[in-house]
């Protein structure tokens, strides 16, 4: 079965970068977009950006633009996600999810991970 | 572009669910929806518009047209409380626009 296993909870100080990570199981990797989002205590679900585990394409939402890295390591089925210059409002529950098959023209969450508390506090 | 939901939603156990969802390009891209408990991840409930993944009962269920999409739930369950949200893309199908979600109270 599908799973995507996240890294832990972290404590970052403003300025300093966090890296999180998303180990995939149960299904060919590089056959996949893998997805970041965020979800701000109360707040709606925020597209944080992709990456096409196949190629290694990515694409950032402009909200990120400037601070956000998506890589993965095809090898280890594992995507990763660092965010930098944190500040404040960064403070958010950070998810990976895996898209549909590349190419079928469906962009959404089939199957979610569990998602990676970040806080950021001075 | 962006996407609207109302806030909440309360119906009786048995009673059905309506939850919509509305936006300028939503006859452009399809819709998905998720549900999320407290404290968890979102889990896909329908996919392209009105499709049901596998395991996700048949009380869920999506239709609509044009600007509207609604998600409906027959037979409201108390676990069925949780907050709901509409998903689409925009026009490259990229990039992700959620609507602003909707408690449903059982």
């Known amino acids: 079965q599908v799973q995507l296993v996240q890294s832990g909870a972290e404590v970052k100080k403003p300025g300093a970068s966090v890296n999180v990570s998303c180990k995939a199981s149960g299904y060919r990797f590089t056959s996949y977009y893998m997805y970041w989002l965020r979800q701000a205590p109360g707040q709606r679900l925020e597209w944080m950006g992709l990456i096409n585990a196949g190629t290694g394409y990515t694409k950032y939402s402009q909200n990120f633009q400037d601070r956000i890295s998506i890589t993965r390591d095809s090898s280890a089925n594992t995507a990763y996600m660092e965010l930098s210059s944190l500040r404040f409002e960064d403070t958010a529950m950070y998810f990976c999810?895996?898209?549909?098959?590349?190419?079928?023209?469906?962009?959404?969450?089939?199957?979610w991970g569990q998602g990676a508390l970040v806080i950021v506090s001075s | 572009y962006e996407l609207t939901q109302p806030p909440s939603v309360s119906v009786s156990p048995g009673q059905t669910a309506r939850i919509t969802c509305s936006g300028d390009a939503l006859p452009k891209q399809f819709v998905y929806w998720y549900q999320q408990k407290p404290g968890q991840a979102p889990v896909l409930l329908i996919y392209k518009d009105t499709q049901r993944p596998t395991g996700i009962p048949e009380r869920f269920s999506g239709s609509g047209s044009g600007s509207t999409v609604t998600l409906t739930i027959s037979g409201v369950q108390a676990e069925d409380e949780a907050d709901y949200w509409c998903q689409s893309a925009d026009t490259s199908g990229v990039h992700w626009v959620f609507g602003g979600g909707t408690k449903l109270t059982v």
């Open positions: 999810a895996r898209g549909f098959l590349i190419g079928s023209g469906l962009y959404g969450g089939a199957y």
